[in-house]
């Protein structure tokens, strides 16, 4: 009898801290709403400088030719003589990192990461603004990846993180992945990204950038595809009550020749992913690590919050 009444106490322990683990993400995605919505029109209104400046002090690692030092760019801006590499800066410092929102947003979703990113010690956190409905997926990407490439050459032909939220961490994705993306960014974090598509596009399939976000799309499906070549490491945080990625476990990464982590956020909806103080902590431990080589090939999944 008594064995029945402690497994019952359990449970009810169980039922307990998970009605208020639910409570308070459903709160946690309440309030990252709210301050998303006071935050939305300053992602407009102050546009940052792009391309950067070239930096001439800063302490993250630079490698070849001193920055200063005149460079022949091509016809786009890019320096035509590749990577300078040999020279490093103090060891700790951090490499660039570039932020890509989603659909029907602006860089203001990433106050609250580029901000912590700062205090922690990253100097070069850039979030970039662009007009999803005006492209499909691939143009996006090639875009996205221009961008990426001049960062590169801004920075001293050093490798590039990113982090990409929704629909922006598919973007990212289909640079590396397919249009060779991975020789310039070493480590790529995705924050509730449809990777296997999600059902809620139907509602605006009018959209051709929302149509490849379906099940089973073409562009998933060249997602799906080999890519034996790709050395990024990806880290993908899913939330377990996102309303948008649905089933929510499309959005993990699950492919035979990627290096993944894949991380439930249980109390986690899709606007409160790049605000969660577990996932900000394990997005500073994870791009602080070095990338430069490339790792044994896995695939892990664990659960936070």
């Known amino acids: 009898m008594s064995n029945v009444s402690d497994r019952t106490g359990a449970w009810a322990r169980e039922i307990c801290e998970a009605g208020l ?4 993400g459903v709160g946690l995605e309440g309030v990252a709403l709210a301050g998303h919505l006071l935050l939305y ?3 407009f209104l102050q546009q940052e400088q792009w391309p950067p400046p070239r930096p001439q002090h800063c302490g993250h690692r630079r490698r070849g030719r001193p920055v200063e030092e005149s460079v022949p760019l091509g016809q786009d801006g890019l320096d035509r003589e590749g990577p300078r590499s040999t020279e490093e800066g103090p060891e700790g410092a951090h490499a660039p990192v570039l932020l890509l929102h989603g659909l029907f947003d602006n860089r203001a ?3 609250l990461l580029r901000h912590n990113l700062h205090v922690h010690g990253w100097d070069h956190v850039h979030a970039l603004n662009y007009n999803p409905l005006a492209l499909d997926l691939p143009r996006a990407a090639a875009l996205f990846g221009h961008q990426v490439e001049q960062a590169r050459w801004i920075y001293g032909g050093e490798r590039i993180a990113v982090v990409g939220h ?4 598919l973007i990212a994705r289909y640079y590396v992945q397919r249009l060779g993306g991975s020789e310039h960014v070493h480590t790529l974090v995705t924050l509730g990204t449809p990777h296997q598509g999600t059902v809620t596009a139907h509602a605006l399939r009018a ?14 499906a060249e997602l799906d595809a080999p890519a034996p070549e790709c050395s990024t490491r990806f880290l993908c945080f899913w939330g377990g009550l996102d309303a948008l990625v649905l089933p929510h476990r499309h959005a993990r990464l699950d492919h035979p020749d990627l290096v993944t982590e894949n991380v439930l956020v249980r109390t986690a909806g899709h606007l409160s992913l790049p605000v969660h103080w577990e996932v900000l902590a394990r997005v500073r431990e994870v791009l602080a690590e ?12 664990r659960q936070i919050a």
């Open 21 to 24: 683990g639910i409570g308070l």
């Open 41 to 43: 029109p300053g992602g």
């Open 109 to 111: 979703v990433f106050t």
């Open 166 to 169: 929704s629909l922006g961490g």
């Open 207 to 220: 959209f051709p950038i929302v149509r490849q976000l379906l099940p089973g799309s073409e562009v998933i």
């Open 290 to 301: 070095a990338q430069e080589s490339t790792p044994v090939r896995r695939v892990n999944s």
